[in-house]
């Protein structure tokens, strides 16, 4: 089995990430699959002290964000790298008020879906 493609992004310090044992019990699966979803592009994490750290932000009561895997393939499609993705990500809008990641969980989704298509290019 091949290492974790995890980022070395440095993430607002401030921010809630889960391990893949946390994200496992979140979604109801094994820790595997969540690495399968890391290497399959459809979850970003970054390398905190060596370990897998997905972003709490990621997921909702219901799992994965859902809008976050289309978002994702978005970025990675129109040539952003993962680092780029997560910088992306966590890069405050001025003005939603809020990093892209923390707008999938409110009304602006879909701008946010609409603004990464317009820069990933």
């Known amino acids: 089995m091949g290492s974790l493609p995890l980022s070395h992004v440095a993430l607002p310090a401030d921010l809630e990430t889960l391990t893949t044992d946390e994200a496992a019990d979140r979604l109801g699966v094994s820790s595997s699959r969540v690495r399968t979803l ?3 592009n459809q979850l970003l994490a970054v390398s905190r002290d060596g370990q ?3 972003p709490a932000l990621f ?3 219901l799992g994965i964000a859902k809008h976050l895997i289309g978002l994702v393939a978005v970025l ?3 040539g952003y790298t993962r680092d780029e993705a997560l910088t992306w990500l966590f ?6 008020g809020m ?3 923390a707008a999938l969980h409110t009304h602006s989704a879909r701008e946010v ?3 990464a298509q317009a820069q990933a290019f």
């Open 91 to 96: 890069t405050m809008q001025d003005d939603l």
């Open 113 to 115: 879906i609409r603004r």
């Open 76 to 78: 990675l499609d129109g």
């Open 99 to 101: 990093y892209p990641a």
């Open 38 to 40: 890391i290497r399959d």
């Open 52 to 54: 897998p750290a997905i």
């Open 59 to 61: 997921f909702d009561d």
